[in-house]
């Protein structure tokens, strides 16, 4: 016990390094942000009027403080576009955290009752597309769905449809870029404690007269719920945020909350509002963030 | 009974059979059509090695993409050794102050989404009047995959036997010496499969390297993005082979190293 004591002081000090880099370029960059959030546009360069400079001593800052704007949080509250580019973010990632679910479920399932040696080749088969790229795999899509793409083909030589279906720029596309783009982090938690389940529960059950699909649900779903809330939140996040995947595969009549971001920011050059949005989706992703922050530290620190 | 359970395993292998295809089938897809003659992406003119040339003499596109190896050697290491220290802080540092601070700050950026990311590292940079280009970039993909790489070490270093470290410390090795002589050795693997995974999540990487780059230093995912939404490419294909190529033999790699992990303890982390 002891000699543990004695390790974790120079295991402090380790983490002095790493403590100090993330808290320059992750927390102080939200300060920022905040800042930027709260002062004008200008047409200038940067594009931002600052409200405060740190230099300037308690004076300065505190008649910049009464300074302070909302206006842009308020532009955001009174405009309709970025209203409904919120509400279809939630849509969006709502819906496809569902679809995720429901398929990822039986892949993982199927991999936990795979033999034992076969499991990790298929948990390796799974990972592998999660190391290439988001663009080259949403790029793969859109050969297969443009207008004479492989999808149409199939449909024309089937005479399943009589002409070539427009897939791209639907949200039908945009749903199949981002289930095919998350599939991996909805599967692999749930694979995780789906493997660790004792099987000999699922047989008592069935011992006990229950049919395989009534022990499924009365034993096996609950005992996966860590796996299904860890695999919603890593899918649910990042998806509220998403920009990549409906900018090239979605039409571009309704925005996502990434996408009315990105367009403040490089097309607008509006940087305040651009601000203003970020700290809007933050704030929305808070709850979700904390949970999933509780859930990594339980499971990467095991019992702590 | 046998029959039931039966049924069940040949819907669990249909549903695995069917969830791998749709993994792998639109790379396959891409992947053979690179190698294409014909100029219409989706039209099959014979066998070709065409748009690897033209990718050879596009010279922005090189540019771009020897950018980008850059980038991702430069943050890998960085991001490599933060993420070990920070792991070794979590994983032996038992208790100190600012410690969920600490954790929360290095898991939250696992999954917040990256126009965030990316807008605050560049308000930062424009503040801190940085000139923008391949530094910049750098120490934003560091911030990112630094995370990843504490994730992948810290849980190797939770599942490794502490008795060994004790035994070495109760033979007259001081911690530091009983680290780098035993644990040290013991997660080399992880270590490097970790920094593997910086490496493509660097290379991978858009809308971070969007926000925080300049002009005139373009990544390889910015150019081919600009070039895609132009429309679809022969050439892009024959890119995207090669990026696959590449991943696939990192991937390799880390998979010997974790084996080699694996052989020596427990088995290694997942990702």
């Known amino acids: 016990m002891s000699t543990r004591r004695i390790f974790a002081r ?27 959030s709260l002062s004008q546009t200008a047409i200038a360069q940067p594009p ?66 795979l033999p034992q040696r076969w499991q990790g080749i298929a948990m390796i088969l799974v990972i592998v597309p999660f190391w290439t790229s988001f663009l080259i795999r949403i790029y793969a899509w859109i050969n297969i769905l443009q207008h004479d793409g492989l999808l149409n083909r199939i449909l024309l030589a089937l005479h399943l449809v009589s002409e070539p279906v427009a897939w791209l720029s639907t ?15 909805m599967i692999l938690p749930l694979y995780a404690t789906l493997a660790k389940m004792d099987r000999a529960l699922l047989e008592a059950a069935e011992d006990l007269g229950a049919s395989p699909l009534k022990a499924f649900w009365l034993v096996t779903f ?68 904390v949970l ?4 990594q530290r339980r499971q990467v620190e095991g019992g702590r | ?35 294409n003659a014909s100029r219409l992406v989706n039209v099959w003119g014979g066998w070709s090695l065409r748009w690897y040339i033209e990718f050879f003499n596009d010279r922005a596109m090189l540019q771009a993409a020897w950018m980008s190896l850059r980038v991702a050697a430069v943050s890998a290491t960085l991001a490599t050794l933060l993420g070990t220290l920070a792991a070794i802080g979590l994983a032996r540092g038992e208790r100190f102050a600012g410690r969920a601070l600490f954790s929360g700050m290095l898991y939250s950026p696992l999954v917040m989404p990256e126009v965030i990311s990316g807008l605050s590292l560049l308000l930062l940079f424009v503040a801190l009047n940085a000139e923008r280009g391949f530094w910049t970039v750098t120490i934003a993909h560091t911030t990112l995959t630094m995370c990843f790489v504490t994730v992948v070490v810290q849980s190797r270093l939770t599942s490794l036997d502490r008795s060994l470290e004790e035994a070495a410390m109760d033979l007259g090795c001081n911690p530091v010496k009983a680290f780098l002589m035993v644990t040290l050795p013991l997660i080399i693997p992880a270590i490097v499969a970790a920094w593997m995974l910086a490496f493509t999540l660097s290379l991978d990487d858009l809308v971070i390297a969007s926000f925080t780059t300049g002009p005139g230093s373009a990544t390889l995912p910015i150019r081919i993005y600009s070039e895609v939404r132009l429309g679809v490419k022969p050439e892009i294909n024959a890119i995207c082979t090669l990026f696959i190529a590449l991943i696939t033999v990192l991937i390799v790699l880390a998979s010997f190293a974790s084996k080699l992990s694996s052989s020596q303890g427990e088995s290694a982390a997942p990702l």
């Open chain 1, 292 to 295: 999933y922050d509780r859930l």
């Open chain 1, 48 to 113: 931002y009027t600052p409200v405060f400079e740190l230099g300037e001593g308690w004076e300065a800052f505190k008649a910049a403080f009464e300074q302070l704007s909302l206006d842009n949080f308020r532009l955001l509250v009174s405009d309709n576009l970025y209203i409904l580019s919120y509400l279809r973010s939630l849509v969006v990632a709502v819906t496809s955290t569902l679809i995720l679910l429901v398929i990822g479920y039986p892949i993982a399932y199927g991999m936990a009752r």
């Open chain 1, 10 to 36: 120079p295991a402090r000090y380790a983490a002095i390094a790493p403590y100090l880099w993330m808290a320059l370029f992750f927390l102080v960059p939200f300060g920022i942000v905040v800042k930027i």
């Open chain 1, 171 to 185: 949200d039908t596309a945009m749903y199949i870029g981002i289930v095919y783009s998350y599939l991996p982090f």
């Open chain 2, 1 to 35: 009974m046998a029959r039931t359970v039966n049924r069940l395993s040949r819907f669990n292998m249909t549903a695995l059979a069917l969830g791998l295809a749709f993994l792998y089938l639109p790379i396959v897809i891409l992947v053979i059509f690179s190698f």
């Open chain 1, 222 to 289: 609950p005992l996966s719920l860590p796996g299904v809330g860890a695999g919603i939140l890593l899918c649910f996040i990042p998806i509220v945020g998403e920009f990549v995947i409906p900018d090239l595969l979605a039409g571009s009549n309704s925005l996502m909350i990434g996408q009315t971001l990105w367009l403040e920011f490089f097309t607008n050059k509006d940087w305040p509002v651009a601000s203003a949005v970020a700290i809007a989706l933050l704030v929305l992703l808070v709850p979700p963030l």
